[in-house]
């Protein structure tokens, strides 16, 4: 890729222009291939989110390599059920991860509560502790399906500006 | 040796403190006197001929309609492979009886989860704490009555219709985004 225009009208301020927004492109296009993915394995969801990682679903094609901690991850796959015992954790997990950061929400349980929505001890969804970006149904969802889930992340992280992506926990001081 | 027979031995021992075997419909069980659950404990554990030297498990029920909480110990011996199934009757207002951890190790841990979820105190205890619920956890929830407490540390226990709320959610980012284009309009514009 190339700085230079052929058009030989343009101005000063136009290659300008045309550099910004392709430092952009290039920056996004880095992170959409570099994700780096919390483990956060909670349930069943947790066998299908390794086989996620293993051979045939094989998201290291898509850059996404698993971390054990926050501190290096990118995003975050909630998978499983959350108690609430484990959403004080969730949300302290979440805010060690460096910025920008996105979180994944796997299965009926963490989309909702699911199976065990009336339960005395369960959080009744990840999204009434954090933000979540993309919503992957299903009890558990293949491992195809998380695969879709992080490529409609990498769209979502293609199509938004990386410098002004800023967010806190629900509660928590940004 | 038959469970029929372990409760002879027992009622030998123990008298009017050991009540009858009950119809076996699936494990026959004797109610016993809440007083002297350690003593025949340490006697179903040790006695030669029976030493029931595994406590395999260790719950309770609660009955709000007879006021009772009943706890129920379901003894094994690995050496003669015979079973027998004590319970234990108590006042369902202060439920509270001397622990058995002294006879079996492993009851350590199942009193400290009858006693996080039913709220059953167990005097001797060496560590009585909740096991699974969270320390500042309120109320003990297999009990018949016990009511949700709205949530836990902020967190909300209400979940409306999703295609409600996904639809709330999706006008608020809309109105949002509305708002940040015009945002960045605005002073471009001035």
């Not at chain 1, 009208?9 to 136009?14: I, L, T």
């Not at chain 1, 991850?73 to 950061?101: H, N, S, W």
């Not at chain 2, 108590?90 to 439920?95: F, H, K, N, V």
Request: aromatic residues 8%; glycine residues 8%; charged residues 25%.
């Amino acid at each position: 890729m190339t700085g230079r225009t052929m058009d030989a009208g343009a101005g000063a301020g136009d290659v300008t222009l045309f550099h910004t927004s392709q430092l952009d492109k290039l920056i996004n296009m880095a992170r959409e291939n570099s994700l780096w993915y919390l483990l956060f394995g909670l349930a069943c969801c947790g066998i299908e989110l390794m086989q996620f990682g293993g051979p045939r679903a094989d998201v290291m094609r898509f850059g996404a390599i698993p971390r054990a901690s926050p501190r290096q991850a990118d995003f975050m796959i909630v998978a499983g059920t959350l108690t609430y015992k484990m959403a004080e954790r969730a949300k302290l997990l979440y805010d060690q991860m460096p910025e920008p950061k996105y979180v994944i929400s796997m299965g009926s349980c963490s989309n909702c509560g699911g199976l065990f929505q009336l339960g005395y001890s369960v959080c009744k969804g990840v999204d009434k502790v954090l933000p979540v970006d993309v919503y992957v149904p299903g009890c558990p969802p293949r491992p195809e399906a998380l695969t879709e889930g992080l490529i409609r992340l990498q769209e979502l992280i293609r199509s938004e500006p990386w410098s002004t992506k800023r967010r806190a926990a629900k509660g928590s001081v940004a | 040796m038959t469970t029929t027979e372990i409760h002879d031995r027992l009622k030998a021992r123990f008298g009017e403190d050991v009540g009858p075997l009950s119809e076996p419909k699936i494990d026959a069980f004797a109610v016993v006197k809440r007083e002297r659950i350690v003593e025949i404990c340490r006697f179903l554990a040790k006695e030669p001929g029976l030493e029931l030297d595994f406590l395999e498990d260790l719950t309770a029920l609660d009955w709000p309609k007879n006021n009772q909480i009943e706890v129920v110990y379901h003894l094994l011996s690995y050496r003669h492979r015979h079973s027998i199934v004590l319970k234990v009757q108590l006042d369902r207002a202060a439920p509270s009886i001397a622990t058995v951890e002294g006879v079996w190790k492993t009851a350590n841990w199942f009193e400290r989860e009858v006693y996080d979820l039913f709220g059953v105190t167990f005097e001797g205890h060496p560590d009585l704490r909740r096991i699974m619920l969270p320390d500042d956890w309120i109320g003990h929830p297999l009990r018949k009555d016990y009511q949700e407490t709205g949530g836990y540390h902020g967190f909300s226990n209400v979940r409306e219709n999703p295609l409600v709320e996904l639809k709330r959610l999706d006008d608020v980012r809309r109105a949002e985004a509305a708002n940040a284009a015009g945002g960045v309009d605005g002073p471009a514009k001035a």
